[in-house]
């Protein structure tokens, strides 16, 4: 089992600047990928980016390549970070950190086992 909790949501402006933590907890995630997702209102959940634990190796989607960057750092915690720059309105949405054992990235989310609770951002115009 894996326990992810999502903070740092929150209002920003257009053009602004959120980091997205992600705290997970139990198994060992040596072969996981730890991916973001998004839900906007009416829309289906779509894939942001992903991390390979043990490599560190990152994937994104289009939408937002070039201005969001997910890290992990394995200290006295267990942490994924998303962080988003160049903010838009089209942004806003619930994001969710999720688990999955795979070899190679995952966009889908039917390829993630574990979930968080979610947290919104809103980016106003």
């Known amino acids: 089992q894996v326990q992810l909790v999502e903070s740092g949501g929150g209002l920003v402006q257009a053009g602004g600047s959120l980091r997205l933590s992600c705290a997970a907890s139990?198994?060992?995630?040596?072969?996981?990928?730890m991916g973001w997702f998004r839900q906007a209102p009416g829309k289906e959940r779509e894939f942001v980016g992903t991390?390979?634990?043990?490599?560190?190796?990152?994937?994104y989607a289009d939408a937002v390549k070039g201005r969001f960057t997910i890290s992990r750092v394995n200290v006295k915690n267990t942490m994924v970070y998303l962080q988003m720059n160049s903010l838009k309105p089209e942004d806003t949405a619930v994001y969710y950190c999720a688990a999955g054992s795979m070899v190679l990235p995952g966009t889908r989310v039917g390829e993630y086992d574990y979930w968080g609770q979610g947290t919104q951002v809103t980016v106003s115009s």
């Open positions: 139990g198994r060992s995630l040596s072969s996981y990928y």
């Open positions: 991390i390979n634990w043990r490599r560190g190796f990152t994937s």
